[in-house]
């Protein structure tokens, strides 16, 4: 949380922030610091801070007691900024990797109402190093004193236990039974807890609405293996209670912003066809993408167009079967869950108003990357084996895009007649998916939760397994994308470029001046997001971004500055990623997906020949490079000196 440090603040650096550093062996603070503003990375926060934090970090193990997690959140976190809810959890990840294995740093971010209360104890960076002894939550309160950290042992009924009892523990304990929800939480499902077999655990936070309806409807810090991270240090879940909520209101500008957040245009895509004529949420991208023969679909090889049509959201939202409620978090009217009810006793009712107030049980949310990579991409088409796979892994605690992109490669696998692995799961086997699941996540699996690189590097199949540095990829295709390996979070939320080839009508896919230009100058902007804390599918654009700080804050800013400190936190991640000694050739694709080869030369793509990939590989990382110097960041990119582990 930014606090002014005089009554009239004029600028950014009248504010400060306080940083914590807890060393979790000891259960105690190292430091404490009232951290001033230095310059708009510092306050638009989130990554913009974190960077900086790890850049004074030496890390050649994820794992390793010292090596750090920094939660934190962005200016607009807990404020009446529209989607300002973010919470963000950075550090060294387990899964992107160099080939030599030195872990590359990242984030993952979440909405929820854990990133506001967490603010509201009066956190600005919370830095955790060690490891607890035993099983424990960290529990961190708001006092008049400032923000008070203990560490706290865990029940033994909870160690191993899933996502959903561990919430169901800490809301009863933690809150008071009176409806004003003062504590929200981040845990993890038993994946986090097995760290040493699964890389690629998430963190999950409660909601509002979860808390109210005893519904598992979470929001996830899910890629990158933080949850790995935090299970590492013996933390099972994060508390942050306050009873203040500090919410910052804005002046007058910020009624119209909101206004065009939650019901203008720029959101419309997130929003159910009953909220001012939206276009679906997410999950619409399945039936685009697969209009256009570019949908994931057994392991990322679609082999024509509307190939996963029972499992679209469109036919499952128009079916008898199901009752669709679009449902949100805290204040925010995009409300872009797509929640899946059943239909009550009697039938659905034709009038959607009365059919959202009377239906069954709840079965699950549409959200595209978790619903098509544990669908389509697995051959999966019965929208209720769907809905329960998706489902399954937020209870477990997975990053559901690496564990279901793990099991498409498997399947892929055996599909191959390379041999028999995974008890021989195969392309459209739901019952062996939900094992293997439950084995993985329960560290019955010694291999099969380090990622796809890893699992390839020891049984084979390094040319369809599907991944850049060591992060599988979202549900998006890599034929379509060469940004992807340019990604500095590793998947897609940090490059824009997984959508040009179907949405830009420009597009000129064989052009190797396009997609540099793409990823050099545009497609990096989407990490605006991951500094000020509003949510990615408000698609706020900069000038929106800077009123509303100076609708909030009080102070001016511009679009450029936004522009500005997000190139910088995007070419601080590359310049870290340097330290780590990754070498060109590792900005890679998979060998399969080139024209050529048996994913390169689909019916509805094929133009990414090897080529192509190189000479944008080659002019991309001249140009980062060079920024890297020019912004100053090369002291950063020498490589450390420790060794891999
Ligand atoms: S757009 Fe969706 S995820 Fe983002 S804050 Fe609103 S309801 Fe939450």
Redesign the pocket.
Known sequence: MLKPVNGTPGDVTDYSCTRIEYDLAAGREVSVEDHRVQDDMDFLGGIGRSFKILSGYDVSDPFAPDAPLVINTGCFTGTQF??G??AYFSGYSPLKRTRAGMPMPVWSAM??SFGRKFSYTGIGDLILTGRAAVPSFLVIRQTDDGPDISVVEAPSHLVGARVREKMFYLDERYNDGDKNYHAHFAVLGPAGENWETVWYAAVVGS?QEQLMSGEDKW?FAGRLGMGSVLGSKNILGIVARAETDYYRKGDDRLKAINNEIGRGEQ?RG?RHPNNRNGLG?TGKNSKILDGFGVLPYRNFEPPGENVAVPVHLETMRESDDFIVID???????????QDFYDVPEGGKDPDWRKARRNHGEYLGRFEFEPMELSGANLGILDPHDNLELARLDDDLGFDTISANVVISFLMDYNARGNGTVADGVTFGDAEGVRRLKEDIAYGRERLFGKGVRAIAEEIGGEAFAMHAKGVEFSAYLGQTNPGYPFAVAGGHMSMRTFLLYVMDPDCKPDSADYWVRNITEEGWKMVNKDLHG?????MAPPDQVSEGIEAVFGVPFSAERVLDATYRAHILGFALEQKQGITPDEYDLPSDIFVGQSKGDLPGVRFLTRELFEEVRTRVLERLHRDVETLGYGDHAAPASVQAV
């Open positions: 529209m989607t809810l973010r909405s929820g909601t929001r959101s997130y949420g449902k949100s978090c805290y204040g925010c009217q995009i409300t872009c869950h509003g949510c990615l599918f408000t």
